[in-house]
């Protein structure tokens, strides 16, 4: 709902991609291509994916026309190494669209998307994060996409009750991200979503893994910042973290 919405997080994706310099392109590692096998979006015009059910019918006309960049796509999947191919079956799903709607509402820089193997260890994917360093610094933006916090039962629950008071293994584990995100701690990272807080946070943890990529490629060396934090709907965190 947050495309479409006008409220404090929208706004503050909005500020924040005017904050943002123009990337030459963005490399999006969303929760929502969580498949077997690690593979890039090769479309030159890559389809808009709406992959969800039950929502206003607003959110289905959207569009985000970003172009693709099968260049990128195929540079990331080499990256990548033997594990990555670049794929035409996919396109940009709405954790890509939702986001960059906000950020760069003009659809006018090359997005590729990279999926995350469902079957790879959480260290894995922070491995894989590494090999996309180089991309920085040559301008493109890695984007992740996912949640910090994300269980949904819970937050629905929260809805239907109206009690949205967060609740202490959300906001430890919340809490416990961001240390270990300003202390470079890849270990505590790794480990988070098999400790008991991370359980109750992800019962699948597709949407904690795209912090991993971002925090790979990010590197020891760069500055941390957060520039939203907050809960939605009681537990789900809404903290963005900023590589510089």
Do not use: K
């Not at 059910?53 to 990256?79: C, I, S, T």
């Not at 998307?113 to 991309?135: N, T, Y």
């Not at 988070?192 to 912090?211: E, F, I, N, V, W």
């Not at 520039?227 to 963005?240: E, K, N, V």
Request: hydrophobic share 40%.
């Amino acid at each position: 709902m947050n495309a479409i919405e006008d409220n404090p997080w929208t706004r503050a994706f909005q500020a924040l991609g005017a904050e943002l310099p123009r990337p030459r392109a963005i490399l999006s590692i969303s929760a929502h291509w969580w498949v077997d096998g690690t593979f890039t979006t090769g479309d030159a015009q890559p389809r808009t994916i709406h992959d969800f059910g039950g929502f206003p019918e607003p959110l289905y006309r959207m569009q985000y026309p970003a172009p693709g960049d099968p260049q990128l796509a195929a540079r990331v999947a080499a990256a990548i190494g033997n594990a990555g191919s670049v794929s035409l079956e996919w396109g940009l799903d709405h954790g890509t669209w939702t986001v960059l709607h906000h950020l760069r509402p003009g659809a006018d820089v090359p997005v590729v998307q990279l999926s995350i193997d469902r079957r790879l260890p959480a260290a894995r994917h922070l491995e894989l994060g590494r090999a996309l360093a180089p991309l920085r610094d040559e301008g493109v933006l890695i984007l992740g996409s996912g949640n910090i916090t994300h269980n949904l039962r819970h937050a629905f629950a929260s809805m239907q009750s109206g009690d949205r008071s967060t609740p202490p293994w959300a906001a430890d584990f919340d809490a416990g991200v961001a240390r270990a995100l300003t202390t470079h701690d890849d270990a505590w990272l790794a480990e988070a979503p098999q400790t008991h807080d991370g359980r109750l946070c992800h019962p699948s943890p597709d949407h904690y893994l795209p912090l991993l990529y971002a925090a790979g490629a990010a590197g020891r060396s760069s500055a941390v910042r957060f520039p939203i934090t907050g809960f939605d709907l009681g537990s789900l965190s809404m903290r963005a973290v900023l590589f510089t």
